[in-house]
């Protein structure tokens, strides 16, 4: 794709329909991040149990459906997927401030939401990021993705900010109306994307389980995507185990009102944004595959700053520690995105991305039910501590693989079967 100017692929159409889209839905979904746990902690009343379970129900998609979804995905345009559940998502999350109007809002209601909107996730994420390289070109994908990580770290920053004031203003429950408002707009926004890949070719007989066992042996017998994998397994289960608690531990024990909780998440989303500009450069310098595992060690400690903190000003110091394990992680996201595409043929491309995040993602619910299981023994401060160790020793796996070495991305074309990976 030429790009003639520093706006690189911005100046590309359908890129920048693509970035539009992404930055309302996850606008949106930035929204949902503060209110839903909002509606359950300050209009529900609920406890620490309750708000863990909660946030497992959010991620349990990735368990019930992370695997089909990506043979799923690749027998279909990967545009038709992100319209269809852009406009499911928004209705899910309509319901909400539905039943908050109608006096039927239960705990039961919000963990059958979460859930939904959770599978629905899934499907978009992996549609999402197997479009990414029919759009933009395999030359392109670092650049493609760091733009794309800058567009969402801005929402990231945007989301909070906004979502503070309005939970302030007309409760939480109400405030998932813009939630639901920016799904919808995103949905419509990759309608007008003109640029589809061609129509995946099938088989008379697809068989689901074989194209799943045929993504799985690709990943898991790559040494590189089955360590980013196995690494990203436990740094998200700690990070939501940590994340499970945060919101908790800002409220009842830091005493901050949804406007300054919303400030420092939005710390966190100037992180990400600073992270997504740097990262093309950093990963060039670093080499793609150090920084993968460097940047934890680098930045994850720093989160033992928000249960060292005591009410006051040192809760917005400890926000800065959040804000710089916002910018390893994007820095990190970037060069492992571009590297597991750049490894993988483009017929695999949808199950390579359901299988790492079936496995990455798949003890997210386990560390939101632990988070709340903590909360519970150990209070929101003690699981924080617990989070933040985790989170910092999860560089082992990419620290014991080839990627303590491998400092450039691949310029030949994606292995097209698991024995041609290298070893």
Not at 8 to 13: A, F, I
Not at 30 to 55: K, N, Y
């Amino acid at each position: 794709m030429p790009r003639t100017s520093r706006l690189g692929l911005l100046r590309d159409r359908d890129f920048g329909r693509l970035s539009a889209a992404t930055a309302v839905g996850q606008l949106g979904d930035r929204i949902v991040f503060l209110a839903l746990p909002l509606v359950a902690i300050a209009s529900l009343r609920a406890d620490e149990l309750q708000v863990g379970l909660l946030t497992a129900m959010t991620t349990a998609g990735s368990l019930l459906v992370g695997l089909p979804a990506g043979a799923w995905v690749d027998r279909m345009r990967k545009r038709s997927v992100m319209v269809s559940t852009d406009f499911a998502r928004a209705l899910v999350l309509l319901t909400i401030p539905i039943g908050w109007w109608a006096d039927l809002l239960s705990m039961e209601w919000l963990y059958a939401a979460a859930l939904l909107h959770g599978m629905l996730t899934v499907f978009f994420d992996v549609a999402y990021v197997s479009h990414l390289p029919h759009l933009v070109g395999r030359d392109n994908l670092v650049e493609g993705h760091s733009k794309l990580s800058a567009v969402r770290s801005v929402t990231s920053i945007g989301g909070p900010t906004m979502a503070g004031p309005l939970v302030a203003l007309i409760g939480a429950p109400a405030t998932l109306l813009a939630s639901s408002a920016g799904m919808a707009m995103s949905g419509l926004l990759a309608l007008t994307i003109r640029g589809r890949e061609p129509k995946p070719e099938s088989s008379e007989r697809p068989r689901l389980g074989r194209e799943i066992r045929e993504g799985l042996r690709f990943v898991l017998r790559h040494p590189v995507l089955r360590a980013i994998m196995l690494g990203d397994a436990m740094f998200n289960s700690f990070l939501v185990m940590y994340q499970t608690m945060l919101l908790v531990h800002l409220d009842r024990e830091m005493g901050l009102q949804p406007f300054a909780i919303g400030l420092v998440l939005s710390g966190m989303g100037c992180g990400a944004l600073l992270g997504a500009l740097a990262a093309t450069r950093i990963s060039e310098w670093v080499g793609y595959g150090p920084v993968i595992w460097l940047a934890v060690p680098a930045t994850c400690p720093l989160t033992v700053l928000m249960p060292l903190a005591r009410p006051g000003w040192s809760v917005y110091v400890a926000a800065i520690g959040l804000a710089l394990l916002s910018t390893g992680g994007v820095v990190r996201v970037v060069a492992q995105s571009s590297l597991q595409q750049a490894l993988t043929p483009d017929r695999l491309l949808g199950r390579m991305s359901a299988t790492t995040r079936f496995v990455s993602w798949g003890g997210i619910p386990f560390g939101g039910f632990m988070g709340g299981v903590s909360g519970s023994v150990f209070g929101a401060t003690g699981t924080l501590w617990i989070g933040a160790a985790g989170m910092t020793v999860s560089f082992l796996p990419n620290f014991l693989s080839p990627l303590r070495v491998m400092r450039g991305l691949p310029t030949d074309q994606a292995p097209s079967s698991p024995a041609a990976a290298p070893g």
